[in-house]
T-cell receptor, first 115, second 116 residues
């Protein structure tokens, strides 16, 4: 069975603060994929990043960065210099290598960035 | 761009009613999914379909059924709506394995269903 845990239910920060969203996963698959999605108030899930299990290279995209560590089964997401527009629900998700694209989601982290 | 469209953003139904939630995708994707989103529980898979007329149960199929008569359309059916089915429902699609983006799912805007 697969499992994704986002221990932080809600995070509140002031604009320009850095914030890290934690994600820990469990899977028996040797090949798997990890994702982060953002859900703004409009409701639609917006894809942010995909990382496969063979690629532990960290990634930076503008103010966003991701740290993937297989040794600790973690895939953490950092927003640098947060902005009010970053306020959303963020989901970490896992897909096994042999599935039909089924995603196992974490519980989600509600991020509120105050001006 | 891939577009996944759900027929309603908001829906209010009465207990015992039969409810249809419709989802259409325009990218010729083989795989389609219905998730339910509840606070503190994240998204949970109800049903998915990997081809026309094919369906498989997800993690929480009880009280739901699905229909996929055409490739682009995947319907979620609540046979007899109950108050504990009040939730946000999200439809998604993804291409089959072997395609470049087969690991990414594209989501609709969600349907917030309230059963009274």
């Amino acid at each position: 069975a697969q499992k994704v845990t986002q221990a932080q239910t809600e995070i509140s920060v002031v604009e320009k603060e850095d914030v890290t969203l934690d994600c820990v996963y469990e899977t028996r698959d040797t090949t798997y994929y990890l994702f982060w999605y953002k859900q703004p108030p409009s409701g639609e899930l917006v894809f942010l990043i995909r990382r496969n299990s063979f690629d532990e290279q960290n990634e930076i995209s503008g103010r966003y960065s991701w740290n993937f560590q297989k040794s600790t089964s973690s895939f953490n997401f950092t927003i640098t210099a947060s902005q009010v527009v970053d306020s959303a629900v963020y989901f970490c998700a896992l897909k096994g290598g042999t599935s039909y694209g089924k995603l196992t989601f974490g519980q989600g982290t509600i991020l509120t960035v105050h001006p | 761009d891939v577009k996944v469209t759900q027929s309603s953003r908001y829906l209010v139904k009465r207990t015992g009613e039969k409810v249809f939630l419709e989802c259409v995708q325009d990218m010729d994707h083989e795989n389609m999914f219905w998730y339910r989103q509840d606070p503190g529980l994240g998204l949970r898979l109800i049903y998915f379909s990997y081809d026309v007329k094919m369906k498989e149960k997800g993690d929480i199929p009880e009280g739901y059924s699905v229909s996929r008569e055409k490739k682009e359309r995947f319907s979620l059916i609540l046979e007899s709506a109950s108050t504990n089915q009040t939730s946000m429902y999200l439809c998604a699609s993804s291409p089959p394995r072997g395609q470049v983006q087969d690991t990414e799912a594209f989501f609709g805007q969600g349907t917030r269903l309230t059963v009274v």
